[in-house]
Each structure stands twice: as C-alpha cells, then as structure tokens.
C-alpha cells in the first residue's frame, strides 16, 4: 500500500462551486497532516496544517479521520485563482524526526469560468 | 518571512560533468532538505540534514551527496550527472520537523 495517496485527479471544477478531495495514509501512528499548494513551475507552499478536530480557514476546510486514515480538503465558493496541485502531506515517523513527512503525489485541481 | 534561495533556476548540464546545486535559507534553520520531483512521481527525499556537517540519506540518496559546512547553506551534489538525473530539484528547510519552506526549485536537465 502506497503511504500517502491522492487521487491525481484532474478534477475540472466551475467557479463557485463546491470541491472536496481525499488523502489516505498507510501509518496508522502517523502524528500531522498538512495541505500544501503548489502552483504551476512553482515551489509548494503550506496551505494549512490539519488538526484532530479539523479546521477552517476563510474558504478552506480540512478535516481529520484517524479511524478511515485519511484527511480532506474541502474548498468552498472557488475561485480561478484556487487552481493548482494540492499536496497532501504527512508526518510518517510519529514523533519526529527531520525526515518525517512524506509528499503525496498531488490532486491537480482546474477551476473553469 | 522565510527566505529560501537556489543558485539557478535552469540549469543544463552534460552527462559526466559535476553538478552543484546550492541553497540558503535566512531563517536560522537547523533543518533542511533536498528533493527531487518528477511528473507521476510527486516529491521525493534525496538527502536532508538537521545540523552543520550532519547529513542523512533520504528515499533517493544514489548518484548523489550532499554538503553543509554552515548552517544557512545546504549543497547538492551530483559527481558524474547523468540523464536520469534531468529533474526539478527542490530545497526546503525547517524550523521543526513540521512545516518546510520550500525555494523555488532548479530545472535541471542533462544531455
């Protein structure tokens, strides 16, 4: 089984719609969870790390099943600018360690006019 | 804000040449990072090190070593760079072994 895994998508979204996509992970100690953006030709940036109880954060919503093992991203009213490859990652190694997260591949999303 | 800076952001090199790639971080940082990601194959680790002199192997060490002499500047390696090396290389560093900030990546390409 992968260790993290996303649907690659491309999901092709109208604007102002709602978008939801998923991410699971293979280890269950696993200890945090982010979403990054990454832009096309361009670095990935962190979008928003993903607590226990979820979190909201303007549009944005992410949530957190240990019991399923997998987190979510929930983009609500989007916008052109929201397209990009959202990045799931994750804190493999428990309790540490620099090496600790790990990148899934990516969910490409494209948010049409 | 966190600055990560890398030396190019194209770069193209023949297969047998030896390649350096450099980045510095303004942050004070003790952790950072090198990774490599290729279409279909998202981001892998290459090496990282979390303190000056140290250095790990990450998922995809071979081909490659790694150098840091102090700690705001870490440098890739590629001894004899070779075609299966053409990639983005990105670097990221970290304060924690949580969020990492990435720079802004160098296309490499080996002909």
């Known amino acids: 089984r992968k260790e993290v895994e996303q649907d690659p998508g491309p999901f092709n979204v109208p604007e102002g719609a709602t978008v939801a996509f998923n991410c699971t992970y293979s280890n269950s100690a696993s200890q945090s969870f982010f979403w990054y953006r990454q832009d096309c030709r361009k670095e990935p940036k962190l979008l928003m790390s993903?607590?226990?109880s979820g979190n909201e954060d303007g549009r944005f919503t992410a949530q957190l099943n240990r019991a399923s093992q997998y987190i979510s991203l929930l983009i609500r009213d989007s916008k052109l600018s929201d397209s990009a490859t959202y990045l799931c990652?994750?804190?493999?190694?428990?309790?540490?360690?620099?090496?600790?997260?790990?990148f899934g591949k990516g969910t490409h999303l494209i948010i049409q006019p | 804000d966190v600055k990560v800076t890398q030396s190019s952001r194209y770069l193209v090199k023949r297969t047998g040449e030896k390649v350096f790639l450099e980045c510095v971080q303004d942050?004070?940082?003790?952790?950072m990072f090198w990774y490599r990601q290729d279409p279909g194959l998202g981001l892998r680790l290459i090496y990282f090190?979390?303190?000056?002199?140290?250095?790990e192997k990450g998922d995809i060490p071979e081909g490659y070593s790694v150098s840091r002499e102090k700690k705001e500047r870490f440098s890739l390696i590629l001894e004899s760079a070779s075609t299966n090396q053409t990639s983005m290389y990105l670097c990221?560093?970290?304060?924690?072994?949580?969020?990492?900030?990435f720079g802004p990546g160098t296309r490499l390409t080996v002909t």
């Open positions: 993903v607590y226990s």
């Open positions: 990652v994750v804190n493999m190694k428990g309790g540490g360690g620099a090496d600790g997260l790990t």
């Open positions: 990221a560093s970290s304060l924690t072994t949580y969020e990492q900030y």
């Open positions: 090190s979390y303190d000056v002199k140290m250095k």
């Open positions: 942050m004070d940082h003790e952790n």
